[in-house]
C-alpha cells in the first residue's frame, strides 16, 4: 500500500463472492465506487479515446468486449484468482477502468492509491499498470511488483537500461482506447518485437501502418503507427505517419533515426525538423539538455541524405502528463 492513509484500507476483494465496495473518503474514491456500479449494472461503457486513430472523441465500449479484453490479458500474463493488483491509473480514462475490469473478471484483490507521478509502494503485488513517468518515477519500489505493464507513452531506450535491473516481468504494451487498451507486449529486455495477445489479428496497408483486427469488433482499426510485419503474431514498431520528415523529396522516419542514434546519445533527444527554402524540411537533432561535447556516431550508420544538418540544445522536451514528447510543440 502507500503512505496515503485515505487509501490504506480502499481495496476490493473480488474473489470473494460476496465482496463489499468500500466507503468513500474522496472525490477520487467516489469515481471508482461509481465506476464499478456503473460496470455492473450497465452493458455499454462510455469512454475517451486518445487520438491515436484520429480525433478525441467520446466512444461508448461494450462491457462484453471490455471483459473478453481483460480475459486476453489474464492469459497471456497468467493471471489468476485472489491475485493482488494495484491500481494508481486514473479511473477517468480506458487504462484505469481496464484496470478494474481485469480484477473483476480474475477475481483479484485491488488496493487504491491516489495516480501520482510516484508511487509508493510498502508491500508485495502480483500485478500493476504504471505509465513510463510513473515507473521512472518509483523505481526503487518496483521490485515489490511481479509482473508490470507500461503504457500511455513510449519506454526510452534509457528508462529500459534502467529496468533492466528489476528482477520483475515487465512489459512494454501496444494500446489504444478504439482496441480496449493493449493487443501487443514487448517483454522488456528480452523482446524487440511485440507480441500479440491471443485472436489478434494484424496487418498492414499500403502506407505500412498497423491494422488490427480484434475478436470482440467486427470492423478493422487503422492506425497511423508504422510497423515491420514479422509474422502473424508479432511486429515492431517503427514510428507515427504522422512524424514522417519530407526533405527535398526523402521520406524520413525520425523514430527509425533515434532507435539507431540512441546507442551513441545519453540524454534525452529526438529528431525533428526546421523548415529550410531548400529541403522544405532539414533534419535536426534536438537534444535535452545544455550544450555538450560533440556528438560521434558510425560514418555508415545513417544514409547521407537522412542525416541531422543541425543540432539543437533545449532545457526540456514539451510532454504530456504521460511522458510522451509533444513534437508538434517544437517550434524553431
Given amino acids: 500500500m502507500t503512505k496515503n492513509s485515505e487509501f490504506s484500507d480502499f481495496f476490493i476483494d473480488f474473489s470473494n463472492e460476496s465482496f463489499q465496495l468500500p466507503i468513500a473518503k474522496n472525490s477520487q474514491q467516489q469515481e471508482i465506487i461509481d465506476f464499478i456500479n456503473y460496470f455492473f449494472e450497465n452493458e455499454m461503457i462510455p469512454v475517451q479515446t486518445s487520438g491515436s486513430t484520429g480525433t478525441p472523441k467520446k466512444i461508448l465500449l461494450p462491457k462484453k468486449a471490455m471483459l473478453q479484453s481483460a480475459s486476453m490479458t489474464a492469459s497471456f ?20 477502468k481496464m484496470m478494474i475490469v481485469r480484477a473483476v473478471h480474475s477475481q483479484m484483490k485491488i488496493f487504491f492509491t491516489e495516480p501520482k507521478t510516484q508511487i509508493l509502494i510498502e508491500q508485495p503485488y502480483d500485478f500493476c499498470a504504471m505509465t513510463p513517468m510513473q515507473a521512472q518515477n518509483s523505481m526503487k519500489d518496483l521490485h515489490q511488483i511481479q509482473t508490470l ?14 529496468l533492466a535491473k528489476i528482477p520483475s516481468r515487465i512489459y512494454e504494451t501496444y494500446a489504444m482506447t478504439e482496441t480496449i487498451t493493449h493487443i501487443a507486449m514487448r517483454q522488456l529486455n528480452h523482446q524487440k518485437a511485440f507480441h500479440t495477445l491471443e485472436n ?22 487503422q492506425t497511423n503507427d508504422v510497423v515491420e510485419i514479422l509474422n502473424d503474431k508479432s511486429f515492431k514498431l517503427l514510428g507515427r505517419i504522422d512524424n514522417i520528415i519530407n526533405s527535398g523529396g526523402i521520406k524520413i522516419n525520425p523514430e527509425t533515426l533515434e532507435n539507431l542514434l540512441r546507442p551513441y546519445i545519453s540524454h534525452e533527444f529526438i529528431v525533428h525538423f526546421k523548415t529550410d527554402s531548400k529541403l522544405g524540411q532539414k533534419v535536426v537533432l534536438v537534444i535535452e539538455a545544455n550544450e555538450i561535447a560533440e556528438i560521434t556516431y558510425p560514418a555508415d550508420l545513417i544514409p547521407k541524405n537522412q542525416q541531422p544538418k543541425e543540432v539543437v540544445f533545449v532545457p526540456k522536451l514539451p510532454r504530456t502528463p504521460n511522458g510522451k514528447v509533444k513534437r508538434g510543440a517544437l517550434e524553431f
Fill in 77 to 96: 500474463l497468467n493471471l489468476k484468482r485472489a491475485d493482488s493488483a494495484l491500481m494508481c491509473l486514473p479511473v477517468q480514462y480506458i487504462a484505469g
Fill in 149 to 162: 505493464i507500461l503504457g500511455g507513452a513510449q519506454v526510452t531506450h534509457q528508462l529500459e537500461n534502467q
Fill in 200 to 221: 489478434i489479428e494484424i496487418s498492414s496497408d499500403q502506407r505500412d501502418c498497423l491494422v488490427i483486427k480484434t475478436p470482440y469488433f467486427h470492423e478493422k482499426i
